[in-house]
């Protein structure tokens, strides 16, 4: 739940795996050892007023630039665009932006895949499928 002005937490497990796994498939350079050892350690500083699921883990004056640009999805035929920054090496905030129309949601981990090309204007009807290559579902290897 969205709780801009809540109290600081560590970052959850679900956010955890998504981050991780955008920085392995989706990052414009290959990320180092030591910053894919820092999510674990990421703090939350505040949670996106929408109610979506973007996270802050620093100020937004410290957003610094984009490192990993992808996509997933949240249910089958919901996509959702997702774009991690940084400041320095610091992991800076975790964008979702819904792709559907639907509030933007963590996607399953396993179906982020890169993006190269500039999708914030698709907007898949969430009753369409994307199409099966690019999806992961529960049981898929
Ligand atoms: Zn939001």
């Known amino acids: 739940m969205a709780t801009p002005f809540g109290a600081p937490r560590l970052i959850s497990a679900e956010e955890q795996a998504v981050v991780e796994r955008l920085l392995v498939v989706a990052s414009k350079d290959a990320p180092s050892p030591a910053l894919l050892d820092s999510v674990r350690f990421l ?10 699921d973007a996270v802050f883990f620093e100020q937004p004056s410290r957003l610094g630039h984009r490192i ?70 529960p049981g898929m290897p």
């Open 68 to 137: 990993a640009w992808g996509f997933g999805f949240i249910c089958w035929g919901c996509p959702v665009e997702l774009m991690l920054w940084a400041h320095g090496s610091t992991i800076s905030f975790l964008e979702l932006a819904p792709l559907t129309g639907k509030l933007a949601r963590l996607p399953a981990p396993r179906s982020i895949r890169p993006l190269t090309r500039n999708f914030s204007k698709v907007r898949w009807p969430c009753t369409v499928p994307p199409p099966r290559s690019l999806i992961w579902l």
């Open 43 to 52: 703090i939350v500083r505040s949670e996106c007023r929408c109610g979506c």
